[in-house]
């Protein structure tokens, strides 16, 4: 961090996080925290609930919504935890104005740490209580049993509305560089309102997906009333490669969005539109996808197109529109190794 930057940092920094910004205080700070609690400008109460764990409470608004951003599932996944640190410290010197409930959590310290996705296996697998049961502990599994809890509470205090933005970015390149999945079950009015809110984020293509894939934003979607996303902002690099003036539109739109004055601008071009019609699981050591390893997310397949092959199976296209996401050979078996999407209005 810049000398400028450390000069700049207020008090209630300091209070904090010492000479610390949010995200270096976390990494720091991973045996053991202090739970704290300070009243910032304009009443708002801001409580650390445990490490990466960060509560704030614009306590003279009396309609607020509540906002979950979460960063840091995976741990190389630098860019939203570059922005989300940027955020905070912003709101603790009184540059952006909080307006709503906030719950900002830096999930994976360990992984971020060792600038890996995962440490014992992949987080975004991990939130449903019923994967708990008499399965051993890993450092994730112990983590994503706390974060539901804080999570359960968050969204169990009062609020107008309940959102949830999990904040990724993507292992490989994508014909749609900047894109999120919707596991919101009902398509009512607040998700739809969402997917412009999104549209003014850059946000290029939504994807819609019934199936519980115990995911953070899956999670909250459907066990903590809110309206949630995973968020995929761009390729993965490491912290000090990101150009975030990429996702200015984001840092914008998240600020507007805590601070309670978003804009609406109607020009802004709508999100494309997909649906999960398949997902592919590895059933043995045989298993292989049949396109090049480096195919982009979104990339199209003609009928017809032999996909993938394990022993006794094999996936081909079977509809026109039909396009690859998150492809992975690389996983354990039993595992998702490749989702199929297609456009809504085909
Ligand atoms: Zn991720």
């Known amino acids: 961090m810049s000398s400028s930057r450390r000069k700049a940092m207020n008090a209630y920094q300091r209070q904090l996080f010492g000479a610390q910004t949010f995200l270096e205080y976390t990494l720091d700070h991973q045996l053991s925290v202090e739970k704290k609690r300070l009243l910032i400008f304009d009443n708002v109460l801001v409580e650390l609930w445990d490490n990466g764990v960060l509560y704030f409470h614009p306590q003279a608004v009396s309609s607020a919504d509540s906002i ?167 390729k993965v690099k490491p912290f000090g490669e990101n150009d975030l003036n990429k996702l200015s539109a984001v840092i914008t739109g998240l600020d507007r969005l805590v601070s309670g004055c978003e804009r609406h601008v109607t020009e802004v071009k709508k999100p494309r539109r997909f649906r999960v019609i398949a997902e592919v699981y590895k059933r043995s050591k045989d298993f292989q996808l049949c396109f090049a390893p480096a195919t982009a997310n979104f990339s199209e397949f003609a009928r017809g197109d032999l996909l993938a092959v394990d022993t006794d199976y094999q996936y081909r296209v079977a509809c026109d529109g039909e396009r690859i996401l998150f492809p992975n050979e690389n996983v354990a078996i039993g595992q998702r190794t490749l989702v199929i999407v297609r456009p809504l209005d085909n």
């Open 68 to 234: 979950l951003l979460s960063v840091g599932v995976h741990g190389n996944e630098t860019a939203p935890i570059e922005i989300v640190d940027r955020l905070v410290s912003d709101i603790l010197s009184g540059k952006t104005c909080l307006k709503h409930n906030l719950l900002v959590v830096i999930a994976n310290p360990p992984a971020i740490s060792a600038s890996s996705r995962e440490v014992d296996e992949n987080m975004n697998r991990l939130f449903n209580n019923e994967l708990h049961k008499n399965n051993k502990a890993s450092a994730e599994r112990l983590r994503s049993i706390d974060l539901m809890a804080y999570s359960t509470d968050f969204f169990n205090r009062h609020a107008e509305h309940k959102f949830h933005y999990d904040l990724h970015t993507a292992i490989r390149d994508s014909a749609y560089e900047v894109f999120a999945i919707s596991p919101n079950i009902s398509s009512a009015s607040l998700v739809e309102q969402q997917y412009s809110t999104l549209a003014q984020w850059g946000i290029e293509a939504i994807l819609s997906t019934d199936k519980n894939n115990a995911t953070y934003s899956a999670f909250t979607a459907r066990y903590c009333g809110a309206v949630s996303f995973t968020l995929e902002l761009g």
